[in-house]
Antibody
């Protein structure tokens, strides 16, 4: 069955860097685009970034552009989110989600919590 | 950026009732709208894509409609497990913005 498992979230200080991972299984990873979506505590969903199935196309929310980088390793069935210059407002649960061609997001991971605090 | 405005922000209903949630886009997005359900402490669950198509495994009590700028999610015969927060999202143009959510309470 389709599984997406995020990891890497922890407490970090403002200005530091962190990489989140999303390990996929149960389907052909390289056939899908993937998105990162985050949710600050008690708040709504915020779209963060997308990477195309081959990794050649990437788009970011203005709030993270220039600081976050999305990447993927199709040989390892893993999606990444490299986050630099972290701010307190980046504190959130980060979800990865799969998007089939021509459809909305279908499967989501369980999320990983990033807390940015001094 | 395209703004997605959901209404109402909260809604009270009873078991067995039908409810409708509305989402309005700030510009024409044809049918590139998805709906999600989220329960406390859980990841979102995908319900609908392309405004009216059910994701695999989603019961037919959920339905969506709309085109252009105005969209609705309807939930029939509310059951206790349906009480959650619902979000719309446009995926016509990046950034793929979400509505602010509608909390459906008993």
């Amino acid at each position: 069955q389709v599984q997406l498992v995020e990891s890497g979230g922890r407490v970090v200080q403002p200005g530091r860097s962190l990489r989140l991972s999303c390990a996929a299984s149960g389907f052909t990873f390289s056939s899908y685009a993937f998105h990162w979506v985050r949710q600050a505590p008690g708040k709504g969903l915020e779209w963060v970034a997308v990477i195309s199935f081959a990794g050649g196309n990437k788009f970011y929310a203005d709030s993270v552009k220039g600081r976050f980088t999305v990447s993927r390793d199709n040989s390892k069935n893993t999606l990444y989110l490299e986050m630099n210059s972290l701010r307190t407002e980046d504190t959130a649960t980060y979800y990865c989600a799969r998007r089939p061609q021509g459809r909305g997001l279908d499967y989501w991971g369980q999320g990983t919590l990033l807390t940015v605090s001094s | 950026d395209i703004q997605m405005t959901q209404s109402p922000s909260s809604l009270s209903a009873s078991v067995g009732e039908r409810v409708t949630i509305t989402c309005r886009a700030s510009q024409d997005i044809t049918n590139f709208v998805a709906w999600f359900q989220q329960k406390p402490g859980k990841a979102p669950k995908s319900l609908i894509y392309a405004a009216s198509s059910l994701q695999d495994g989603v019961p037919s009590k959920f339905s969506g409609s709309g085109f252009g700028t105005d969209f609705t999610l309807t939930v029939n015969n509310l059951q206790p497990e349906d009480f959650a927060t619902y979000y719309c999202q446009q995926y016509s143009t990046y950034p793929h913005t979400f509505g602010q959510g509608t909390k459906l309470e008993i």
